[in-house]
Nanobody, 119 residues
Framework: VQLQACGGGLVQAGGSLRLSCAAS????????MGWYRQAPGNQRELVAT???????NYTASVKGRFTISRDDAKNTVYLQMNSLKPEDTAVYYC??????????????WGQGTLVTVSS
């Protein structure tokens, strides 16, 4: 199983980016999916999560600016980021709890995609 994240880049403050993360491999189903980020010198922190039932959780600093969504037919999770601020600069990682028919559920991380917001 692999998670492939893309969509990062350089954007000016106030701009937008859309991240996507697709899971591939031997997948029975995907449970919770989410995005985390890690800025230089900081620990990795939760940005947003979404359950199979559509329950969503955001960290306070992105509420009203970021939107997480998922497309289960494509095994993909998205993060629409609007009104970006320099403090959103970080490497963004996707995370998914994936069910496999034989081995059960396991947590998987994407490789990270860099988001840089200039002031």
């Amino acid at each position: 199983v692999q998670l492939q994240a893309c969509g990062g880049g350089l954007v000016q403050a106030g701009g937008s980016l859309r991240l996507s993360c697709a899971a591939s491999g031997s997948i029975a189903s995907i449970n919770d999916m989410g995005w985390y980020r890690q800025a230089p010198g900081n620990q990795r922190e939760l940005v947003a999560t979404i359950t199979t039932g559509g329950t969503i959780n955001y960290t306070a600093s992105v509420k009203g600016r970021f939107t997480i969504s998922r497309d289960d037919a494509k095994n993909t999770v998205y993060l629409q980021m609007n009104s970006l601020k320099p403090e959103d600069t970080a490497v963004y990682y996707c995370r998914a709890y994936i069910m496999r028919r034989i081995s059960g559920e396991s947590r998987h991380w994407g490789q990270g995609t860099l988001v840089t917001v200039s002031s």
